[in-house]
């Protein structure tokens, strides 16, 4: 009974605290733990401080558990959903060389990390996300709104209309009197892609598609190398085994195109002839990742070539986005201003040949 109550505790929740609430939880444990409080005392004191409800009782659940004998690792695996395999086999290798410490502040410059450009890319995004969804937004009124109101003009003399009007006319009929077509051929669209991303061949393709689109595939195959790099870095550094870390690693790695490359990395790593030859064979990844890679592993310090890796790439991925936008922002606008501006002529030059038929 007692071991169906605990599953029974862990098991309650839903909805998962959001990232910050995680990053906050290890930023303040590394400080309480820096101060020299013991670990339940620490996570004592967070339980009380944590506003997040969800992470209230999850800091509870884990208190409990080692309260109960179990070791921190085993009490946060219980919530796979917010502290991932990496966190946790970290927090495990911590545990064994007895610097638990160390690990939360290396766990916690890992996340504030890979949010700070989280964060960076998504304010980044919203200006034009804003732009394109205002720009839509018009044009769906004016089809839907504004011409229906002007189509009762035209519909006697249509054939009679210059070609623009005509087109803008039947994507305004379209859009009006077959809405629902347009909305089942989307709805089926939609459908067909998510249940084709369920499977690992329509993941694969999608995946490595993504990494050949110009300019954009670039910088998303830059943004996995940095996530890769500071993953494997940061394990190694807190001293995982490097085949367990590459484990770790190819499983959180979020293109499977990407993931399926280090299959051979590991392969390599068993049979002691390094990571550097087999990432350079996979063709994927960019080869100053590569050469420092390969660097890493001459001299011995592979975390730390790593984490430069992950610096260098980090930094040119915010650059990159920066200067894209910087371009996608104008085009956006002068793509917006092209569509609303034939529209608005289409239905001016309706006027004016009614009006010369008239004379």
């Given amino acids: 009974d007692g071991k169906s109550a605990g599953h029974a505790r862990h098991d309650y929740n839903l909805f998962w605290p959001p990232r910050q609430e995680v990053l906050r939880f290890t930023q303040q444990l590394h400080s309480l733990l820096g101060a020299g409080l013991e670990l339940d005392r620490s996570l004592s004191i967070l339980a009380e401080l944590t506003e997040n409800r969800q992470m209230k009782a999850i800091t509870r659940n884990v208190l409990a558990d080692i309260q109960g004998g179990s070791s921190l690792a085993d009490g946060l695996a219980k919530h796979p959903y917010v502290f991932p395999r990496l966190y946790v086999q970290m927090v495990k290798a911590g545990e064994a060389g007895g610097v638990v410490e160390l690990v939360m502040g290396r766990l916690a410059g890992f996340l504030e990390s890979a949010q700070v450009i989280r964060d960076e890319v998504t304010s980044a995004l919203m200006y034009p996300a804003l732009v394109l969804l205002a720009g839509i ?4 009124v004016l089809l839907n ?13 249509v054939e009679l209309l210059p070609l623009p009007t005509q087109v803008l006319l039947a994507v305004s009929s379209l859009t009006t009197e077959y809405w629902w077509v347009v909305a089942a051929g989307l ?3 939609l459908i067909g892609l998510y249940v084709c991303l ?13 990494l050949r689109i110009p300019v954009a595939g670039q910088l998303l195959l830059e943004l996995e190398v940095a996530r890769f790099a500071r993953m494997l870095g ?5 001293g995982v085994p490097i085949l367990v870390a590459l484990g770790i690693v190819g499983d959180t790695v979020t293109n499977t195109a990407i993931g399926r490359s280090l299959l051979p990395v590991r392969d390599g790593v068993k049979r002691g002839e390094g990571g550097a030859g087999p990432l350079k064979s996979a063709g994927i990844f960019p080869m100053l990742a590569v050469q420092m ?10 975390e730390e070539m790593l984490l430069k890796v992950a610096d260098v790439y980090d930094l040119h991925v915010k650059t990159s986005v920066k200067r894209l936008l910087s371009l996608v922002e104008p085009a956006l606008i002068l793509v917006l201003g092209v569509v609303v501006g034939f529209i608005v002529v289409s239905m001016l030059l309706a006027v004016f040949s009614l009006s010369e038929l008239a004379q």
């Fill in 198 to 210: 369920q499977t690992d061949r329509g993941r694969y393709v999608w995946d490595k598609a993504k």
């Fill in 234 to 238: 940061t394990l190694l550094q807190s």
């Fill in 137 to 140: 937004g018009a044009i769906i």
């Fill in 145 to 157: 709104v504004v011409l229906p109101r002007f189509s009762g003009m035209f519909t006697e003399s």
């Fill in 293 to 302: 890679t390969l660097v890493g592993e001459e001299s011995g310090r592979l």
């Fill in 187 to 189: 709805a089926v669209s």
